[in-house]
């Protein structure tokens, strides 16, 4: 058997920097610990998960960076831990997908963090013909959005909303559903 490793030659983004630190910033006034711990910590956990050696914020491929925010925005949304910022407004766009997807499971409002939400559904949306009671889920792109959010996505329209924040929204699987339903979420084949 050969393994072929595909090198990223980019660099880390002066965005993921930022963003990453950030992020280390955010969960030391969580959870009281310098962030210089933080950083080590976090780092040490993605290089030992990953089987990578010990790489530096400064240099390290923009593939890496873009796994370790991934990381560490998983134990974001695990521990619900608080942000001062909007991630959507820092996340590279091949990291929002895995945050809109968090967002769904967890609970939270992808585009500020804030709880309760609603389900807000894209193209396919609920109402004139179509019951929230008896409609399948399966199929169809949805959001995670608090009432407020959700209210603007009803004002200004899906295109305008999804430009707006940069999100796509999450097509539903089945999959999803029974991870939302082994959750307590009540999601089913019916919407909530």
Known sequence: MVEIQVRDDREISPQQ????????????NWNG????FIKKWFKFSYEYWKDLDDFSLRNVEKSVAAGLITFILDFVADHDV??????LDALEPEDI??????????????IDGSRPVELAHGEHAVGMGRDRNTISNVGNTVFSLSHEHHMELHRIDLA??????HINGVRVTPEIIK???SRGRKFG???E
């Not at 608080?82 to 991630?87: A, C, E, K, N, T």
């Not at 305008?160 to 924040?165: A, E, G, L």
């Open 179 to 181: 991870t939302l339903e």
């Open 160 to 165: 305008t909303f999804k430009k707006k924040y």
């Open 33 to 36: 610990d310098d962030p210089e």
């Open 82 to 87: 608080p942000l001062s910022f909007r991630p």
């Open 97 to 110: 997908a895995h945050w809109e997807y968090r967002a769904l499971i967890e609970g939270f409002d992808v």
């Open 17 to 28: 920097r930022r963003f990453i630190y950030a992020l280390f910033k955010d969960i030391s």
């Open 189 to 191: 084949t019916k919407s």
